[in-house]
Nanobody, 125 residues
Framework: QVPLVESGGGLVQAGGSLRLSCTASGRTFITYAMGWFRQAPGKEREFVARITWSGAGTYYANSVKGRFSISRDNAKNTVYLEMNSLKPEDTAVYYC??????????????????WGQGTQVTVSS
């Protein structure tokens, strides 16, 4: 088990910024690739970003490329999602997830093994 706890969500105006954090318990954080997903009301959960175990590989959904940045601090067991130039369509519950396949590019939610409880991000127009 890899308990994950997200924080940093909130209400922001369009064009603003937020930074989400996700902290894991346990010593195995470094062996997992980490991802961020989001789910808006009435929609499927969708991939946002992924970072490999070392941080050397990062991947983004086209909808957030150039605006969002994923990073991790393995010493703190924490992964971050820096979100800039936020748009109303970014409004969703954001989830972090851990994938024991620690490399590569994987975007399907079913490929991730552990999930946080989610944090709400609301962008007003």
């Amino acid at each position: 088990q890899v308990p994950l706890v997200e924080s940093g969500g909130g209400l922001v105006q369009a064009g603003g910024s937020l930074r989400l954090s996700c902290t894991a318990s346990g010593r195995t954080f470094i062996t997992y690739a980490m991802g961020w997903f989001r789910q808006a009301p009435g929609k499927e959960r969708e991939f946002v970003a992924r970072i490999t175990w070392s941080g050397a590989g990062t991947y983004y959904a086209n909808s957030v490329k150039g605006r969002f940045s994923i990073s991790r601090d393995n010493a703190k067991n924490t992964v971050y999602l820096e979100m800039n130039s936020l748009k109303p369509e970014d409004t969703a519950v954001y989830y972090c997830a851990a994938d024991s396949n620690y490399g590569g590019y994987r975007t399907a939610a079913s490929e991730y093994h552990y999930w946080g409880q989610g944090t709400q991000v609301t962008v007003s127009s």
